[in-house]
Nanobody, 123 residues
Framework: QVQLVESGGGSVQAGGSLRLSCAPSSFPMRPNCMGWFRQVPGKAREWVASISPGGASTKYADSVKGRFTISQDNAENQWYLQMNSLQPEDTGMYYC????????????????WGHGTQVTVSS
């Protein structure tokens, strides 16, 4: 059974940084798209960023563009989210996800999810 395990969440003050990591326990095949999402209570889960294998293509939500960077360690099949200049509105539970579909598709079905890691940004 595929499991994705996030780590690196925590509490920081506004302007601070955190780096999230996602490590899959096992994959029947290498994913073709890896991503990060976040969710706050009472709101829908929000896509944050995605990356294709080898980092050839990265995409970001407008709300994080220029502050967050998604990257991937192809050898270890792990991916990361470097979050800089964090703001209180970035607070939420962050989930990593993986898809068999390509990141270039207009609509992506995310096949695998982690259980989330909490990020809290105080003002």
């Amino acid at each position: 059974q595929v499991q994705l395990v996030e780590s690196g969440g925590g509490s920081v003050q506004a302007g601070g940084s955190l780096r999230l990591s996602c490590a899959p326990s096992s994959f029947p095949m290498r994913p073709n798209c890896m991503g990060w999402f976040r969710q706050v209570p009472g709101k829908a889960r929000e896509w944050v960023a995605s990356i294709s294998p080898g980092g050839a293509s990265t995409k970001y939500a407008d709300s994080v563009k220029g502050r967050f960077t998604i990257s991937q360690d192809n050898a270890e099949n792990q991916w990361y989210l470097q979050m800089n200049s964090l703001q209180p509105e970035d607070t939420g539970m962050y989930y990593c996800a993986a898809a068999r579909a390509s990141c270039l598709r207009a609509r992506i079905t995310w096949d695998y999810w982690g259980h989330g890691t909490q990020v809290t940004v105080s003002s």
